[in-house]
């Protein structure tokens, strides 16, 4: 998917470097904006409006491909902006993220409040904002953040929004919270604040919860990818619940195609959440006397998936790099070849494994479901989609224990 970010006051698009790319390891084309006037400190902002920010996004909407879908992400007063392009071109937008903002409706002031400087709007100090705000941005953060803030326009911030397309309420919306709860949005819509207002119109809003302070593309960015990756996979109306790491829980009640993938698709987001992230080194570590690492894990899960779903499920011949493997010689050579690859080449090696198995799972289970018989048959039998889909939960589940422990070695995040 096409993901375009737009980023609130104060931030250009190289500020979004540590979500777009674990985005792009997944597979995403993504387009980080700066929008006009945010150039540099230097840049003249003078006579810089609303509508400018609006038509730069709108542009990089038209140039994506009309094959493409396209999913728009506004953080903070970016979610105006997010939101004015969406009113502009609901017919080429799959999906509208809004973190840590909300969809600004017709009329509606986009980011009044701040003090400004001629043409200017510089970062305030601190003091400004509340601790929520702040929550996870350290000293040496806030210094970094400081160093990399732009005066954003006041023609910008100063501006009142224009919608003018309706069919705006039927794109569907995730809203992301992060200073505050999902609980305190449904209260303020409950209670029909103005500021969130458009929500009670919307179609489709699904809320999740990513507990850190006003910016998590800071504090926690890879989370906040995950989410956003997690969001680009959302059917329209999938009143599924997200938690805080992407992870949707399965249906409770639901079809044994949809409890099973569900499951599947929840062991492999934890595994994500383990295994990817770390450094070099910290895809190298082991514990104690075994000799497995994240990024054997990494290495591993992707034969796996290939294994299973093409070459196994569907019949295909094996691709690279397993193809070329001298397998008699070294039986483990992904476990050990591992630490020659760097982070990005096994997060993107592993995310596109998953993405082919998604593809020829969901070919299959529309064409004959999960009691399909894979093309290959094993020395104990042939296997049907439903043994190879539970015995993946199952490889998935096993891995992702030996994965809590590596983790937390490293840099002690813990599972649940």
């Known amino acids: 998917m096409d993901i375009i970010l737009i980023a609130?006051?104060?931030?250009?698009?190289?500020?979004?470097d540590s979500v777009a790319e674990p985005l792009r390891w997944a597979g995403h084309e993504v387009h980080a904006i700066t929008l006009p006037g945010m150039e540099s400190v230097d840049s003249d902002r003078t006579g810089i409006t609303l509508a400018d920010h609006v038509a730069a996004v709108v542009?990089?909407?038209?140039?994506?491909?009309?094959?493409?879908?396209?999913?728009?992400?506004?953080?903070?007063a970016g979610c105006a902006v997010a939101w004015a392009a969406v009113d502009a071109r609901p017919h080429r937008v799959a999906r509208a993220v809004v973190i840590g903002g909300f969809p600004t409706a017709d009329g509606d002031a986009i980011a009044s409040g701040f003090g400004g400087e001629g043409a200017d709007v510089p970062?305030?100090?601190?003091s400004m904002f509340d601790e929520a705000d702040l929550r996870g941005l350290d000293e040496a953060w806030r210094e970094r953040f400081r160093q990399l803030a732009i005066p954003s326009p006041a023609g910008v911030t100063g501006a009142s929004q224009h919608l003018h397309d309706e069919r705006r309420y039927r794109i569907p919306v995730t809203a992301v919270c992060p200073e505050y709860t999902p609980e305190m949005l449904h209260g303020w819509i409950d209670d029909g604040l103005a500021p969130v207002a458009e929500f009670t119109r919307i179609e489709d809003v699904t809320v999740i919860g990513l507990p850190t302070g006003h910016w998590p593309q800071f504090t926690r960015a890879y989370d906040l990818a995950r989410l956003l990756d997690t969001c680009t996979r959302l059917a329209p109306g999938d009143p599924a619940m997200i938690d805080e790491y992407g992870r949707v829980d399965p249906p409770a009640a639901g079809a044994e195609t949809a409890v099973l993938l569900g499951f599947l698709e929840f062991q492999r987001t934890t595994f994500d959440w383990r295994c990817i992230g770390p450094d070099a080194a910290g895809l190298r570590a082991t514990v104690g006397a075994s000799d497995i690492t994240l990024g054997g894990l990494?290495?591993?899960?992707?034969?796996?998936?290939?294994?299973?779903?093409?070459?196994t499920l569907h019949g295909h011949d094996r691709g690279e790099p397993w193809a070329s493997v001298d397998w008699d010689t070294d039986p483990d050579w992904e476990w050990h070849s591992a630490a020659d690859d760097t982070?990005?080449?096994?997060?993107?090696?592993?995310?596109?494994?998953?993405?082919?198995?998604?593809?020829?799972a969901a070919e299959t289970v529309a064409a004959d479901g999960l009691d399909t018989l894979a093309a290959r048959s094993k020395e104990w039998g042939t296997p049907n989609l439903r043994w190879?889909?539970?015995?993946?939960?199952?490889?998935?589940?096993?891995?992702?224990?030996?994965?809590d422990l590596i983790r937390e070695t490293i840099d002690g995040v813990t599972g649940e």
């Open 123 to 126: 970062l305030p100090d601190w």
């Open 343 to 360: 982070p990005g080449e096994l997060a993107t090696m592993w995310h596109a494994a998953v993405g082919r198995s998604r593809r020829l």
């Open 59 to 76: 542009a990089v909407i038209d140039s994506i491909p009309a094959s493409r879908r396209v999913m728009v992400v506004g953080h903070s």
């Open 388 to 403: 190879i889909v539970t015995h993946m939960i199952e490889e998935y589940a096993r891995h992702n224990g030996h994965a």
């Open 298 to 311: 990494l290495k591993h899960m992707a034969l796996v998936e290939d294994s299973w779903f093409s070459h």
């Open 8 to 16: 609130g006051l104060w931030l250009d698009g190289p500020s979004w």
